[in-house]
């Protein structure tokens, strides 16, 4: 028995490489699998495609997440897929800019803000919605390391993924109640085609700060969200679970 047996889940973002990540080990850990996307519609299918030769069940769901409305229909549309039960939310949808502080704009600092943290406020209070009325269910937010240790021109992503590891919190106790769980998964720097040549100077840094001497794969942040969203953390609630490769352990002095 795969530990999501019967599980139906929705995973916002998922024409990314995390998103894909965590898309494919739902699906092989037993779970039905909506794959949300707004442009990269593509890369969500040819992930759909994957999960379907597998022989899982997977569709493409497209949305705004920025448009409230539009969160709620997204969710209303994954559980109808599903037939009219959501049990996992993995709220994964988000951008990650480079500004340097002093001169950024209001504009640039909301447009973070309302994708990484507003949208995951929308998503969730339309899945918990559901989910109290179905016996409950797990919701999983991707937040970063940046929330706790932030890095130089990222300040509105630090900020906005400070907030979601602290809305996961505050949804933990005010679900709770109805059986719903919520956490957080925080990664470290994740392989993405082309960081080595993008960035050949910080994944170099970062191997030799790591302790386990890698990068994050997109599959380690879905193991993590395979584990929240199991039976084995039917008493796991309010957490953030790091995935860093034990880089936050490194001392800073």
Same mark, same amino acid.
């Given at each position: 028995m795969t530990l999501l047996h019967g599980q139906t889940a929705l995973v916002t973002g998922a024409g990314g490489g995390i998103g894909r990540g965590i898309a494919l080990r739902l699906a092989e850990e037993g779970a039905a699998v909506a794959l949300h996307c707004r442009t990269a519609v593509e890369p969500a299918r040819a992930t759909a495609a994957a999960i379907h030769e597998a022989g899982g069940r997977a569709v493409v769901l497209r949305a705004?997440? +920025?448009?409230?409305?539009?969160?709620?229909r997204l969710v209303r549309e994954a559980a109808d897929w599903a037939g009219g039960r959501l049990t996992a939310l993995v709220n994964n949808a988000g951008v990650q800019p480079v500004q340097?502080? #002093?001169?950024? +704009? %209001?504009?640039a600092w909301r447009h973070v803000v309302d994708t990484d943290l507003t949208t995951v406020f929308a998503c969730t209070q339309a899945a918990a919605a559901l989910m109290r009325d179905t016996g409950g269910g797990s919701i999983t937010h991707? @937040?970063?390391?940046?929330?706790?240790? #932030? @890095?130089?021109?990222? @300040?509105?992503? @630090? %900020?906005?993924? %400070?907030?979601v590891v602290q809305h996961a919190r505050a949804a933990a106790l005010e679900y709770g109640p109805y059986g719903i769980r919520v956490n957080t998964v925080s990664p470290g720097l994740i392989e993405r085609d082309g960081l080595a040549e993008d960035w050949p100077d910080g994944v170099s840094r970062w191997q030799r700060a790591a302790p386990l001497g890698r990068l994050g794969r997109p599959r380690d942040v879905g193991d993590a969200c395979v584990f929240l969203a199991s039976p084995l953390a039917s008493w796991v609630s309010g957490h953030d679970l790091v995935v860093d490769g034990g880089v936050s352990a490194r001392p800073t002095w």
């Amino acid at each position: 028995m795969t530990l999501l047996h019967g599980q139906t889940a929705l995973v916002t973002g998922a024409g990314g490489g995390i998103g894909r990540g965590i898309a494919l080990r739902l699906a092989e850990e037993g779970a039905a699998v909506a794959l949300h996307c707004r442009t990269a519609v593509e890369p969500a299918r040819a992930t759909a495609a994957a999960i379907h030769e597998a022989g899982g069940r997977a569709v493409v769901l497209r949305a705004e997440l +920025t448009d409230e409305d539009a969160c709620h229909r997204l969710v209303r549309e994954a559980a109808d897929w599903a037939g009219g039960r959501l049990t996992a939310l993995v709220n994964n949808a988000g951008v990650q800019p480079v500004q340097d502080l #002093p001169g950024m +704009t %209001a504009d640039a600092w909301r447009h973070v803000v309302d994708t990484d943290l507003t949208t995951v406020f929308a998503c969730t209070q339309a899945a918990a919605a559901l989910m109290r009325d179905t016996g409950g269910g797990s919701i999983t937010h991707i @937040a970063s390391i940046e929330a706790r240790q #932030p @890095a130089p021109g990222h @300040a509105h992503y @630090a %900020a906005a993924k %400070a907030a979601v590891v602290q809305h996961a919190r505050a949804a933990a106790l005010e679900y709770g109640p109805y059986g719903i769980r919520v956490n957080t998964v925080s990664p470290g720097l994740i392989e993405r085609d082309g960081l080595a040549e993008d960035w050949p100077d910080g994944v170099s840094r970062w191997q030799r700060a790591a302790p386990l001497g890698r990068l994050g794969r997109p599959r380690d942040v879905g193991d993590a969200c395979v584990f929240l969203a199991s039976p084995l953390a039917s008493w796991v609630s309010g957490h953030d679970l790091v995935v860093d490769g034990g880089v936050s352990a490194r001392p800073t002095w």
